[in-house]
């Protein structure tokens, strides 16, 4: 319980990429997952990066000057029709690797162009109205 707020939903989630990286995120984000690219405010277009939205998602990719992808933080994208998002994920070359140690879930991780890692999840059809 709060106090005098409420969360309403996750507006985005930020992942590090390094300088220079924006087209390897274009050809996965947009081209891959088929998500659209946002034109980022003029103050932070100068800092680099580049932001994408996909139905409820919006992943923002920022630029930081010692870059590590992230191989344990990650987002959790809940998405329909699974089978078909990690097969085109293998079909583009990313490794797709399932776990169904989440109860009343599907899901899977794989990652982006740059390492980082993103877990892809789809309840399961006894779980949906949950």
């Given at each position: 319980?709060?106090?005098?707020?409420?969360?309403?939903?996750?507006?985005?989630?930020?992942?590090?990429?390094?300088?220079?990286?924006?087209?390897?995120?274009?050809?996965?984000w947009a081209g891959v997952l088929g998500m659209t690219e946002l034109v980022?405010?003029?103050?932070?277009?100068?800092?680099?990066?580049?932001?994408?939205?996909?139905?409820?998602?919006?992943?923002?990719?920022?630029?930081?000057?010692?870059?590590?992808?992230?191989?344990?933080?990650?987002?959790?994208?809940?998405?329909?029709?699974?089978?078909?998002?990690?097969e085109r994920l293998a079909a583009h070359g990313h490794e797709v690797i399932?776990?169904?140690?989440?109860?009343?879930?599907?899901?899977?991780?794989?990652s982006d162009r740059l390492g980082n890692r993103l877990e892809f999840l789809?309840?399961?059809?006894?779980?949906?109205?949950?």
């Open positions: 319980m709060t106090s005098g707020f409420t969360f309403e939903r996750l507006h985005h989630v930020q992942l590090d990429i390094p300088a220079g990286a924006e087209e390897d995120c274009r050809a996965f980022k405010p003029p103050v932070l277009a100068a800092r680099g990066g580049c932001w994408f939205r996909g139905g409820g998602v919006e992943v923002h990719l920022g630029v930081v000057p010692e870059f590590r992808p992230a191989r344990k933080g990650h987002p959790g994208i809940q998405v329909g029709a699974l089978d078909a998002l990690a399932w776990d169904d140690n989440l109860p009343g879930h599907r899901r899977f991780h794989s789809e309840p399961l059809p006894a779980a949906a109205g949950a």
